[in-house]
């Protein structure tokens, strides 16, 4: 992401939430999000995004509905190799979710993220 600002008025513009913190901006689009990495981020370099990918990028995020079982197991039939994962995240829902880390042939960044299930009390 070349111009911060530019991007954020244009996916608001769009009608898109869109949040900011010191090294993403995130956009959502439901329950899902796009999240872009600010310059600072890349000027100090991080290696959890594409490997040839260079700003102005974003890594793809998706709501995973299954279980971890079937989520591995759509992977490997992919061939996809997990590099990150499960790990804990904050998502596009803004709560705690399971995420994995995938490439795509050409080396772009996936997440699919699993949300736990929310559990409701007699009263």
């Known amino acids: 992401m070349q ?3 530019a991007m954020i008025a244009f ?3 769009l009608g898109f939430q869109v949040d900011e913190n010191p090294h993403l901006v995130q956009v ?3 329950d899902q999000m796009i999240n872009f ?3 600072e981020l890349w000027q100090r370099g991080f290696s959890l995004r594409a490997p040839s990918a260079e700003p102005p990028c974003g890594d793809i995020c998706f709501v995973w509905r ?3 079982e079937s989520l591995q197991v759509m992977l490997d039939h992919a061939g996809a190799e ?3 994962g499960p790990v804990e995240r904050v998502g596009g829902r803004r709560a705690t979710a399971t995420s ?3 490439r795509d ?3 772009n960044l996936l997440e699919f993220m699993s949300y736990r299930e929310e559990h409701t009390h007699a009263g």
């Open 28 to 30: 959502y689009v439901g």
């Open 11 to 13: 996916y608001r513009s």
């Open 82 to 84: 997990v590099i990150e």
């Open 3 to 5: 111009n911060t600002e």
């Open 37 to 39: 990495h600010r310059p």
């Open 105 to 107: 042939p050409d080396g």
């Open 66 to 68: 299954g279980s971890g």
């Open 100 to 102: 994995v880390y995938v």
